[in-house]
């Protein structure tokens, strides 16, 4: 009986969420859609714009999911208490944590397949959506960064701009000596990457070296580039906002911007928020749970609904106060995501605890 139980109410709780992330994602695709299709540049149409959406639509699920489960638990078992089946159980012995139980697993495989879309799927097509994106509005398949440098010890790299997924155009790069004066100086007029494992390699280079009484300038049709240039870094990922990254990207990006002594702020908050996504969907729908045997339990579903948006805009607006004002303040970045987490699991306990 208890696993027949366990059984009803996740699956009640799966189709209701289910149809929630359905109108959700279509509502701010459809949004998402209008806003390009106003962009004003003749060369951007709207079959471009649809198929920059549609690259969008994993990452679009994936930022979703927590406040479409908060939305769907609150829903689903709300049904189920306007149909007085939450008082049956409950009745029956059954506790508001033994409740959850069922709703919680739901929530762990959702936040699995979330986290796999997130991981593996969004990452690669956000990159390749802004990449079409931005030569559909350049009409050009060239990408101009207006200015983007990289660093990796003692040399500086100056790109304009990309040609592609594998091609750097306009390189310009700086190497300095020990003592921090200019060593050479290098202008390629593009570099082009060897692939997966490879290396990147400058094109129709002009160098000038630097000496103690004079110059030294050369032209090569060919140099390899002398540091050990990630594509991750030099490439149409350089176009993507560091929340849209994957985990795995974001943990190099971290490590190679310590290494060359640069803030990593953004991305250490942007690892965390995807880390600890977990822990905030289940104290979410721990909420939920409290709400729907607590102070909504005789409420319409017009209610419901309104309370669900309230409730959700409230975490995600504490999430974007405290993400900027860790950048400000210093606070760790853990602790500006965690804050949010930990305010929702204790509402969440204290509902349940006062409807137990």
């Keep these: ?205 002009h160098a000038t070296r630097l000496r103690d009484d004079r110059t030294v300038t050369a032209h090569f049709d060919e140099l390899p580039w002398t540091a050990t240039a990630d594509l991750r870094l030099l490439s149409a990922r350089a176009l993507v906002d560091p929340r849209k990254l994957s985990i795995a990207d974001l943990l190099f990006q971290v490590a190679y911007m310590d290494r060359e002594g640069q803030n990593a702020g953004r991305y250490r908050l942007a690892f965390w928020n995807k880390v600890l996504q977990p822990l905030a969907t289940l104290g979410l729908a721990l909420v939920a749970v409290g709400c729907v045997v607590g102070p909504l339990r005789e409420a319409g579903m017009g209610t419901r609904i309104a309370t669900g948006i309230v409730v959700g805009l409230f975490f995600k607006y504490l999430q974007d106060l405290l993400a900027p004002a860790s950048l400000v303040f210093g606070i760790p970045s853990w602790l500006a995501v965690a804050i949010p987490i930990a305010v929702c699991w204790a509402a969440g306990a204290g509902l349940v605890r006062r409807a137990a």
């Design 1 to 205: 009986m208890p696993r027949t139980v366990d059984r009803y109410l996740a699956w009640t709780v799966t189709v209701t969420v289910v149809v929630v992330l359905v109108c959700f994602v279509t509502l701010t695709a459809s949004f998402a859609l209008v806003e390009e299709v106003r962009e004003e540049e003749a060369a951007y149409g709207f079959g471009d714009a649809l198929a920059y959406v549609l690259h969008t639509l994993p990452r679009r699920v994936h930022e979703l999911v927590p406040f479409v489960i908060f939305l769907g638990v609150l829903i689903g078992l709300g049904v189920l208490s306007g149909n007085s089946e939450v008082t049956v159980l409950r009745a029956a012995g059954m506790s508001l944590w033994r409740l959850y139980a069922p709703v919680g697993a739901v929530v762990v495989l959702a936040s699995g397949v979330a986290f796999a879309i997130g991981e593996y799927v969004a990452p690669r097509l956000e990159a390749r959506g802004e990449l079409l994106r931005a030569q559909a509005l350049h009409d050009s398949e060239t990408i101009y960064l207006a200015g983007y440098w990289y660093r990796e010890g003692p040399l500086y790299s100056h790109v304009e701009g990309l040609g592609g997924e594998d091609r750097a155009l306009g390189v310009t790069q700086f190497e300095l000596d020990r003592d921090g004066g200019l060593k050479e100086l290098r202008r390629a007029e593009y570099a082009t990457h060897d692939g997966a494992g490879g290396a990147w390699r400058l094109h129709n280079v």
